[in-house]
């Protein structure tokens, strides 16, 4: 927050305005899919009837919009559970590595097995495969093959993000517990549902306790999917509940910033949701909202840093 100090010298000195240095705010999207239908697995989880979702979403359709709402950076999310599609999406965006900085695959269908050393190391000689995603369970149990596979992430220093569904906020505790370097990240606010009741005691206690594990982050994403019928409330009110409690758990420190379009779609347009994070970051200061969407980001995914520039504030002549 800008200092009164400043308004009153502008003030003594007779100035109609003062120009600031104010950082600005490179805008990291940490959770975007693309997709094509003709891809062999196809996206079960999109039906056919969806007129908004059905239909492909590439490169030539996201990075115009992504830039003309400031995104300087992009961490892509495997949309589906294919494995063949982890390559496809580093594939897909290697023609703009300044944009598409990394890439969440998807490895659900081999962790815990002997499939998965070979497939994650290959993978791995691309530097913008920053990490995998754990959508699908396909063992009950977290095994010791499981563990031993996610001990070999963190070694590399790759990250996982969680969506929680067939994994449990439980489930990510006992991972972060047994694996303090592995840095995990909770997709969507672990996968709670908004309906404008306040949120059930057993699960905010849950998501708290999580917090608590300092390799933990938690994603600032999805607000409008938390919602089950759509298209969402565009309030921000609807959706401080659950924003204030991940502040409250999670600190500003391990907040990251993700949209998740184009299923956003189903509600509203992309800068739409930027604009309602947005609104709800600048309440807690410039410092947070470097934080949230660029800095943390940064950090936890370890992509390469954008160059930081001022932008001219003015404070207006009353």
């Not at 010298?9 to 490179?26: E, F, I, Q, R, T």
């Not at 470097?290 to 002549?317: D, E, H, M, Q």
């Amino acid at each position: 927050m800008r200092s009164p100090s400043i308004f009153l010298l502008a003030s003594c000195l007779g100035l109609s305005s003062l120009a600031l240095a104010k950082p600005d705010v490179p805008i990291v999207d940490t959770h975007i899919h693309l997709w094509d239908l003709k891809r062999p697995a196809g996206l079960g989880w999109i039906a056919k009837d969806n007129q908004t979702l059905y239909r492909n979403f590439l490169p030539q359709h996201h990075a115009p919009i992504a830039r003309a709402n400031g995104v300087r950076a992009v961490v892509l999310v495997q949309a589906g559970q294919s494995l063949p599609d982890n390559q496809w999406n580093l594939d897909l965006t290697a023609h703009d590595k300044d944009l598409y900085r990394g890439l969440v695959g998807n490895l659900s269908e081999v962790i815990g097995t002997d499939r998965f050393q070979p497939l994650f190391d290959k993978l791995c000689q691309d530097s913008r495969y920053v990490g995998y995603r754990l959508s699908g369970r396909y063992q009950e149990k977290l095994t010791d093959a499981f563990f031993r596979d996610l001990e070999r992430t963190a070694k590399k220093g790759r990250t996982v993000d969680i969506l929680c569904g067939k994994y449990s906020l439980r489930d990510f505790e006992a991972i972060a517990t047994r694996l303090p370097g592995l840095k995990i990240i909770i997709d969507h606010f672990g996968n709670v549902r908004l309906d404008g009741e306040p949120l059930g005691p057993q699960w905010v206690r849950q998501f708290k306790s999580l917090a608590r594990r300092p390799n933990v982050y938690c994603k600032v994403s999805a607000l409008y999917g938390r919602v089950k019928p759509q298209p969402a409330p565009k309030q921000l009110s609807f959706y401080e509940p659950i924003l204030e409690l991940a502040y409250e758990a999670f600190g500003e420190d391990r907040l990251v910033y993700g949209s998740d379009w184009p299923v956003t779609e189903t509600t509203g347009d992309y800068g739409s949701v930027l604009k309602l994070t947005r609104a709800w970051a600048v309440t807690k200061g410039d410092s947070f909202e470097l934080k949230l969407f660029y800095k943390n980001a940064v950090r936890f995914y370890g992509i390469p840093k954008i160059l930081l520039t001022t932008v001219p504030s003015t404070i207006p002549k009353k």
